[in-house]
């Protein structure tokens, strides 16, 4: 079973602990490593019972600049062609979302 999840406050206001414990609670029945990523008022959850990484995120410039984040499900068939027309490294986890959200910064939604 995978989860994918997410909570955000419309408010703007953080999130509180209890928020967060919610998601992990939800993600316990996908039996499979949690990945969370929060900031402030949103987060993300992914599990996969796979143990295939889901989540992939990071800031795209200094402090005040907005993160890209990516929850991915999904079967990434030309990986090696995306390595080589984005130039991106493999990275330790060998993730396919790190390399389809490095495909995202690179063409946005027209790819």
Not at 6 to 25: F, M, N
Not at 50 to 73: F, I, M, Y
Not at 82 to 107: F, H, I
């Given at each position: 079973?995978t989860?994918?999840?997410?909570?955000?406050?419309?408010?703007?206001?953080?999130?509180?602990?209890d928020?967060?414990?919610?998601?992990?609670?939800?993600?316990?029945?996908?039996?499979?490593?949690?990945?969370?990523?929060?900031?402030r008022?949103?987060?993300?959850?992914?599990?996969?019972?796979?143990g295939?990484?889901?989540?992939?995120?990071?800031?795209?410039?200094d402090?005040?600049?907005p993160?890209a984040?990516?929850?991915?499900?999904?079967?990434?068939?030309?990986?090696?062609?995306?390595?080589s027309?984005?130039?991106?490294e493999?990275?330790?986890?060998?993730?396919?979302?790190?390399?389809?959200?490095?495909?995202?910064?690179?063409?946005?939604?027209?790819?």
């Amino acid at each position: 079973m995978t989860f994918m999840g997410g909570i955000i406050d419309l408010d703007g206001q953080p999130l509180s602990p209890d928020a967060l414990r919610t998601l992990e609670l939800c993600a316990a029945n996908a039996n499979g490593e949690l990945s969370v990523w929060w900031d402030r008022h949103i987060a993300f959850a992914c599990a996969s019972h796979e143990g295939e990484q889901l989540l992939a995120h990071r800031k795209t410039g200094d402090l005040d600049s907005p993160v890209a984040v990516l929850c991915w499900n999904g079967r990434l068939d030309n990986g090696e062609e995306l390595r080589s027309q984005t130039g991106y490294e493999r990275p330790p986890t060998n993730a396919d979302a790190d390399l389809v959200l490095a495909a995202y910064e690179k063409w946005g939604s027209s790819w």
